[in-house]
């Protein structure tokens, strides 16, 4: 550590583990230390709201939540461009600057590896905001045949997404007055919706059969022929589309497979300290090999978990607290209801889901999910 200035934490990337570990860490430490928060982008998105552009009920301009906004005590927040990572000496390269951390955490969340399945780069993707903003344009136009929505790899973000992007682009078609012609089938690489809530799971796959959605399972799209208008699943099964909605592999993003801190696509962590193989190296978040899903509410958990971490390193008293791997999920059923699970991954043997089934009032709590954080990191 650099004892002769304020110790300086670098942390890569703005999104729900970056902006949660940096209010942390100002929240306890102030200006007693100094923070740099680094994004390529000016602007953070709820992955949920994808959802809502795509199916036209929120603006693209109304779910934006300007970084101008982030204000505080102890953190810098630059937007930039990170080109190179040197794990072992700490350093960062950005297209303007270079970033020397005592402590260095990675919050880069995944990206999208369109070109681990072929074909898929000429067809619809839901899991960007550009994507979601293209199909919003395009639903309007499917007025008769198959839509499928159709995961191309494991792990992905956010599990239940997939299940409510059919449950809802179903309530969609009923409000065109068009579901009749249509049928809707759900591809997924998982053997159930939401493994860790069987509860879960079977709400949700009763809620598909009364909508006459079919489920596919344990299996994932190995390519797309566009020539053809067919998805090819990894079974060789083909499956003929008029509106293909998929989900494409994830993959830590390209700057840090560069670093040599990625394996087999994730960042290997000590799952409870989120500590990497370089000494004051952590990641957080989706990027993160921690073996909990790839949602939101695990980023904050794992940031919490390095922030109280630091907090204990930087005060010289006790020690950080663990991270629980314990999250809450809103599932959207269709019909303006909302579903709960909250999934505990670390305190039994095996990960373990309590569910609740879904109600009008539970949309008040995923409200109220995404406000705190927006009023708690954006002051908005
Ligand atoms: C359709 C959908 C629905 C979802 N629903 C939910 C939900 O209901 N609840 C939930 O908890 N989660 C949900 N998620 C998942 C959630 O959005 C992610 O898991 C979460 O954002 C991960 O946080 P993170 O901090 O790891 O990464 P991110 O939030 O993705 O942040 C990573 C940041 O790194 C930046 N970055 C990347 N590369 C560079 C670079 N080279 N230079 C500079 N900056 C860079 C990016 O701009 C980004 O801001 C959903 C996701 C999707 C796609």
Same mark, same amino acid.
């Given at each position: ?6 110790? %300086?934490?670098? *942390?890569?990337? !703005?999104?729900?583990?970056? /902006? ?46 300007? $970084? ?34 005592? @402590? ?7 990206? #999208?590896?369109?070109? !681990? ?9 839901? #899991? ?7 199909? %919003? ?5 499917? %007025?008769?045949?198959?839509?499928? =929505? !159709? ?12 299940? +409510?992007?059919?449950?809802?682009? @179903?309530? $969609?078609?009923? %409000? /065109? ?8 089938? /759900? ?28 489920? *596919?399972?344990?299996?994932? =799209? ?9 998805? =090819? ?13 998929? =989900?494409?592999? @994830? ?17 290997? *962590? ?7 193989? $370089?000494?004051? *190296? ?24 390095? !922030? ?33 699970? +909250? ?12 569910? $609740? ?24």
């Amino acid at each position: 550590m650099n004892t002769a200035s304020k110790p %300086r934490i670098v *942390v890569l990337g !703005a999104g729900f583990g970056g /902006l949660e570990l940096t209010t942390l860490l100002s929240e306890a430490m102030g200006d007693s230390i100094d923070v740099t928060l680094i994004d390529q982008s000016d602007c953070f998105v709820f992955g949920f709201s994808k959802l809502d552009v795509m199916f036209g009920l929120k603006t693209p301009q109304a779910v934006r939540l300007p $970084y101008k906004n982030y204000a505080k005590a102890g953190v810098r927040m630059l937007k930039r461009t990170i080109t190179s990572i040197d794990p072992e000496r700490r350093r960062v390269t950005t297209n303007d600057g270079v970033f020397d951390a005592d @402590h260095l955490v990675v919050a880069l969340g995944a990206e #999208y590896d369109f070109d !681990a399945t072929p074909g898929l780069s000429g067809t619809n993707e839901f #899991y960007t905001v550009a994507g979601a903003e293209r199909l %919003r344009d395009v639903l309007p136009t499917f %007025r008769k045949g198959k839509a499928m =929505v !159709a995961v191309c790899g494991a792990p992905y973000k956010c599990p239940p997404a997939p299940s +409510e992007c059919v449950l809802m682009l @179903h309530d $969609y078609l009923v %409000r /065109l007055g068009v579901r009749e012609a249509c049928e809707i089938a /759900l591809v997924l690489p998982l053997g159930s919706p939401v493994p860790p809530s069987p509860d879960t799971s079977r709400a949700l796959l009763v809620a598909f059969a009364e909508r006459d959605i079919k489920f *596919v399972p344990g299996r994932r =799209v190995a390519s797309v022929d566009n020539a053809r208008n067919v998805a =090819v699943l990894d079974d060789g099964t083909e499956m003929p589309f008029d509106l293909f909605l998929g =989900v494409p592999k @994830h993959q830590v993003p390209p700057v840090v497979l560069e670093s040599g801190m990625a394996e087999n696509g994730w960042i290997p *962590v000590n799952p409870r300290t989120l500590e990497t193989r $370089y000494e004051n *190296v952590y990641a957080v978040g989706d990027g993160a090999n921690t073996g909990t899903p790839k949602a939101g509410v695990f980023a904050e958990g794992a940031a919490r978990a390095v !922030a109280t971490g630091l907090i204990a390193k930087l005060r010289q008293s006790g020690s950080g607290s663990l991270y629980d791997g314990f999250g809450t999920c809103y599932i959207e059923f269709g019909g303006g209801r909302i579903g709960k699970v +909250e999934v505990d991954f670390f305190s039994g043997p095996a990960p373990t889901g309590t569910y $609740y089934e879904p109600s009008v009032a539970l949309r008040a709590d995923k409200e109220t999910f995404g406000s705190s954080r927006r009023s708690r990191w954006f002051g908005l």
